[in-house]
T-cell receptor, first 113, second 112 residues
């Protein structure tokens, strides 16, 4: 079974704080993704990575950065958290190219006060 | 911007009925199509994927794909209250190759 884990289920941070969200997958997948999900807006891609140290911007990268130093780990960084970044953050991974099945972690519900 | 459209619902069906969920997409180059189920407060989980035109059946679920009409659907037979969830349609994107574009989801409610 593919397992994708995320460091926290719930997180509360203050405006201006630097926030790290961690994601780890145990299936040697090449691709990893970060999404945020908001009511009525669906899943929106923030960043993705298809290899170690490689990253690509998704649809809404502003205010976020990512790091992938090891194949199994993909981190999302909010440099200076703002209230409009309050959301559910979902990490996913997939094996290969061509729109392969993505497997999701449990999600992190982030609240920025 | 590639788009995937779903009726937000809620779609209400009685227990035992067939639920029909629909999705249209804009990218003619899309090759892979997925249906995910998401319970409230949980992350999406894969139900089915389909690559070829026609029907694909898995238990109570049938995915239908019509690439000419850019239309994919999910049928749930003998609907159960436990099927009540949000169903997300996802379509592969030819931009970047590895990405999926998700619809906003359809809320399904199965009444017992």
């Amino acid at each position: 079974d593919v397992k994708v884990t995320q460091s926290s289920r719930y997180l509360v941070k203050r405006t201006g704080e630097k926030v790290f969200l961690e994601c780890v997958q145990d299936m040697d997948h090449e691709n990893m993704f970060w999404y945020r999900q908001d009511p009525g807006l669906g899943l929106r891609l923030i960043y993705f990575s298809y290899d170690v140290k490689m990253k690509e911007k998704g649809d809404i990268p502003e205010g976020y950065s990512v790091s992938r130093e090891k194949k199994e780990r993909f981190s999302l960084i909010l440099e200076s958290a703002s209230t409009n970044q309050t959301s559910m953050y979902l990490c996913a991974s997939s094996l290969g190219a061509g729109g392969d099945t993505q497997y999701f972690g449990p999600g992190t519900r982030l609240t920025v006060l | 911007q590639k788009e995937v459209e779903q009726n937000s619902g809620p779609l209400s069906v009685p227990e035992g009925a067939i639920a029909s969920l629909n999705c249209t997409y804009s990218d003619r180059g899309s090759q892979s199509f997925f249906w995910y189920r998401q319970y409230s407060g949980k992350s999406p989980e894969l139900i089915m994927f389909i690559y070829s035109n026609g029907d694909k059946e898995d238990g109570r679920f049938t995915a239908q794909l019509n690439k000419a009409s850019q239309y994919v659907s999910l049928l749930i037979r003998d609907s159960q209250p436990s099927d009540s969830a949000t169903y997300l349609c996802a379509v592969s994107s030819e931009e970047g190759g590895n990405k999926l574009v998700f619809g906003a989801g359809t809320i399904l409610r199965v009444k017992s």
